[in-house]
């Protein structure tokens, strides 16, 4: 079975992955580091954290508002016509949901690319009657100004004026232009855990067998190459029928190439991951399923830290630009979040902070109310304090009033 010949005597070597480029990179051999969106997502921490954070932002409620003058608000219902309640809330155009859009915002573009990139559509009176989301958009300054641009079948570039576009990015460069995307940026962490997935998954489809080095006395390169193949093929072999020891001839020796899994601390690599992808996007471990240092008091404020570090940013960064674009500089219209969903965790919390405000005259009960989007309630604009309250310096000083008398 061998083609090893005594005779041959010049020492040369031979490897079974000398060609397999994705293991070398899994050592940091070659390589620059780099990543593509779809290898990216591939990671589960990463798809994990896009999928949370788009979800999150789709679903809460987003609201229009009319500021009257005396600082009372009230939620804008109704057509299109009417504004744009309907428009924001439900469905963007035709065949568009307000939810769908905001998904869409986040994971296929702010998130993975960095940018995402909405066309406003008016009608004769300027006033916003769709929104279509712009496909492979780019951002231009030209004489100082902002314009947008998309290519279109004829090669052509169809030019968007900045004010007539919602344009919701990441981070961008210094060119206040070109956003950058967080997984690119970030690649050499990301494609770390990508490459160590990779390598444990080839690890275990080879049946839990390594790569090998052939080391010998090989006078040829047939003969080293013969050699190899042989070997390859009785491990192969001894993998499927679960054998745990194959014969090497005499005078060769076999080593496995790399680590075996307890050196590679492949488990320790992924856990790292988490952590990594958690400070790219801003995410408390805990919505990552990482629940490894959680415990029922730090998973709550995990929980806030969510909505006050990560939510907040998203939703003001949003309501800014649609505020700017839709409604204009000077208008006393605008659109608004519901955070109160994602804080329903802590509602007995709220509800008891409110009561106390109440009741030590510091907040009224209608400033509560429009916090939550309550309509306002006759009598509540007046301050409260319980009436056991008093001044310390008339402790003891308050007559008590007798009992009357049974004749009176």
């Known amino acids: 079975m061998w083609p090893f010949n005594k005779e041959e005597q010049r020492a040369s070597t031979i490897t079974q992955a000398e060609t397999d480029v994705s293991l070398l990179r899994a050592f940091g051999l070659v390589g ?141 460069k210094a060119d206040l232009a070109t956003a950058r995307s967080p997984l690119r940026t970030c690649s050499t962490a990301i494609a770390k855990a990508y490459h160590a997935n990779a390598y444990g998954a080839k690890l275990f489809k080879n049946g839990g067998l390594p790569s090998f080095v052939l080391q010998g006395p090989f006078g040829s390169e047939k003969a080293a190459v013969r050699g190899s193949a042989n070997i390859e093929a009785v491990t192969k072999e001894a993998a499927q029928n679960g054998a745990n020891v194959i014969a090497v001839p005499l005078g060769h020796k076999l080593e496995a190439l790399g680590f075996n899994p307890d050196q590679l601390q492949m488990i320790e690599t992924q856990k790292h991951a988490v952590l990594e992808v958690a400070r790219i996007y801003g995410l408390p471990p805990t919505f990552l399923q990482d629940l490894s240092n959680g415990t029922f008091s730090n998973t709550e404020q995990q929980d806030l830290q969510l909505v006050k570090h990560t939510v907040k940013r998203w939703v003001e960064q949003i309501e800014a630009e649609l505020n700017l674009k839709i409604f204009g500089r000077d208008s006393k219209r605008y659109a608004e979040f519901n955070l109160d969903g994602l804080m329903r965790g802590d509602f007995m919390s709220t509800m008891q902070g409110n009561a106390v405000g109440i009741q030590s005259g510091q907040i009224t009960p209608n400033e509560t109310r429009s916090k939550r989007n309550l309509p306002t309630a006759n009598g509540g604009d007046q301050l409260f304090i319980q009436g056991a309250t008093i001044p310390i310096d008339m402790a003891g000083k308050v007559p008590i009033k007798e009992a009357p008398k049974n004749d009176e």
């Open 32 to 172: 620059d580091g780099s990543i593509t969106t779809e290898q990216a997502l591939q990671v589960p921490a990463v798809w994990d954290a896009i999928n949370f954070i788009s979800g999150t932002i789709a679903g809460l409620p987003l609201q229009v508002f009319d500021k009257k003058r005396n600082g009372e608000r009230v939620q804008v219902k109704g057509v299109i016509k009417a504004g744009v309640g309907e428009l924001l809330g439900k469905n963007v155009n035709d065949f568009y949901s307000s939810f769908q859009w905001r998904y869409d915002m986040f994971s296929t573009g702010v998130l993975p690319e960095g940018r995402f990139v909405t066309y406003i559509e008016r009608d004769n009176s300027g006033a916003p009657i769709n929104l279509f989301p712009i496909a492979g958009a780019t951002c231009e300054i030209i004489n100082g100004l902002k314009v947008y641009k998309q290519k279109i079948q004829d090669g052509k570039d169809k030019i968007y004026a900045a004010a007539d576009v919602i344009d919701i990015t990441f981070m961008l």
